[in-house]
């Protein structure tokens, strides 16, 4: 069976988005709907249409949302009042209420929805997620993960946390398997927006495990790490560059008996992981693809998983604001 899909918003997520379905395996992409004249009469050879539901004529199963946050909920119920599933780019909604009803509409009507969390189809923690089920870790102690780089000028209609820590909140649940329990933060508004542009977050997970993000939108360069500490050892994972490289404990005499009550770790083997480096959205499509063909949710990040995401990112944006100085 072949499915018709199509993208709405087209701007810098949405040509991506636009190339990869005119390629898939499976999927016929039928074009892009867009209200501004000026993208273009065509994109990768298919129209561009100004006309929400006159592009929704055409005939979809589903479509990718990649326009502002604050239309996400608009586009995905017309979506669903013509039975057509949605792949939804992150964060899923403008706010937690505004996540629960798209949620809970798509559950109503039998949708499949899906949120662009891309990360999790980084090679990277794709390859980390797998060696901490195997054990290789052990116990998970600790996750820190770093997020920074320049503003990106695309971004208007939200913060630092619901842009950029979405993606962390996300990927250090799925990675750890583990769900949030506490969080709080520190934020602070350096490039004269509304919205928060730095921000140093602290939590607690459901089996003890610590975690610890420092995003922001003010570094001149680009850095995505996320390392995890185990009992084991620590993996650490660079999402830019697909690595995962992996510090094992190494195992030492003691000989100084001052040092023998002292439970610690020592230097051991470092080992940098060989992995197929899949695109991450390719990945992400063919998991929606194979969703909305078959039903099976498992391989995708869920409207309740985007739902969680932003409820944990507000309770961010909420301590950060409690506790900023002046």
Not at 16 to 45: K, M, Y
């Amino acid at each position: 069976m072949t499915l018709r899909a199509g993208v709405v918003g087209l701007g810098v997520m949405g040509r991506h988005h636009s190339r990869v379905l005119s390629q898939l395996d499976g999927v016929e992409f039928v074009g892009v709907s867009d209200p501004a004249d000026s993208v273009g009469p065509t994109i990768q050879g298919k129209p561009v249409f100004t006309s929400l539901d006159e592009f929704l004529d055409q005939g979809v199963d589903y479509c990718v949302v990649s326009a502002p946050t604050t239309y996400h909920l608009s586009i995905a119920q017309q979506l669903a009042d013509r039975g057509i599933h949605a792949l939804v780019e992150k964060p899923v909604a403008s706010t937690a209420e505004e996540a629960v009803t798209l949620r809970d509409l798509f559950t109503s009507k039998n949708l499949v929805g899906g949120v662009g969390h891309i990360e999790r189809y980084n090679p990277a923690l794709q390859a980390a997620r797998a060696r901490i089920e195997d054990g290789l870790l052990g116990e998970i102690y600790q996750v820190a993960t770093r997020r920074q780089g320049p503003f990106p000028g695309r971004i208007a209609d939200v913060g630092v946390i619901k842009d950029l820590a979405s993606h962390d909140i996300d990927l250090t649940a799925w990675v750890t398997q583990q769900e949030y329990v506490s969080v709080n933060a520190r934020t602070a508004h350096r490039s004269g927006r509304a919205h928060e542009d730095m921000v140093v977050a602290v939590g607690t997970l459901s089996k003890g495990t610590i975690v610890s993000h420092t995003i922001n939108w003010l570094t001149p360069f680009k850095e995505r790490v996320t390392v995890i500490t185990g009992e084991n050892g620590v993996l650490v994972a660079d999402t830019l560059t697909a690595d995962l490289t992996y510090y094992q404990n190494g195992v030492i005499e003691q000989t100084w008996d001052g040092s023998a009550s002292f439970r610690g770790v020592s230097e051991g083997d470092m080992t940098r992981f060989a992995l197929n480096r899949k695109e991450p959205l390719l990945a992400e499509h063919e998991a929606f693809r194979d969703a909305v063909l078959t039903g099976d949710q498992s391989k995708i990040v869920t409207f309740a998983e985007g739902t969680r995401v932003v409820e944990i990112a507000e309770a961010m944006v909420a301590d950060g604001v409690t506790h900023r100085l002046g």
